[in-house]
Nanobody, 117 residues
Framework: QVKLVESGGGLVQPGGSLRLSCTAPGNMVPIYSMGWYRQSPGNERELVAEMIMGSSITYGDSVKGRFTISSNGAKNTVYLQMNSLKPEDTAFYSC???????????WGQGTQVTVSS
């Protein structure tokens, strides 16, 4: 299991912003994809945003226009800029990495995001 290092969660007021980051070990490159998923109590885990390195980006419908995923130059870190946060964005966010399209899924430890006044 690859150790992914996540950071950036916390408590923010509605309308605020947070940035999450997820870093894979440098010797893992090239990485096929990295992305963020979230899960709140009573709900299924859902896609937030995923980047196939050098290829495409997919966003969940509920975050389009508000969240942006990007990567660093080495393509072993992804950032999730979350703007205009809503209470319904409150969830446990986890980073997933794939070394290939059919490879084993590597998950980070996750970080809590709470949007509340």
């Amino acid at each position: 299991q690859v150790k992914l290092v996540e950071s950036g969660g916390g408590l923010v007021q509605p309308g605020g912003s947070l940035r999450l980051s997820c870093t894979a070990p440098g010797n893992m490159v090239p990485i096929y994809s990295m992305g963020w998923y979230r899960q709140s109590p009573g709900n299924e885990r859902e896609l937030v945003a995923e980047m196939i390195m050098g290829s495409s980006i997919t966003y969940g419908d509920s975050v389009k226009g508000r969240f942006t995923i990007s990567s660093n130059g080495a393509k072993n870190t992804v950032y999730l800029q979350m703007n205009s946060l809503k209470p319904e964005d409150t969830a446990f966010y986890s980073c997933k990495m794939l070394l290939g399209p059919l490879s084993w899924e590597n998950w980070g430890q996750g970080t809590q995001v709470t949007v509340s006044s």
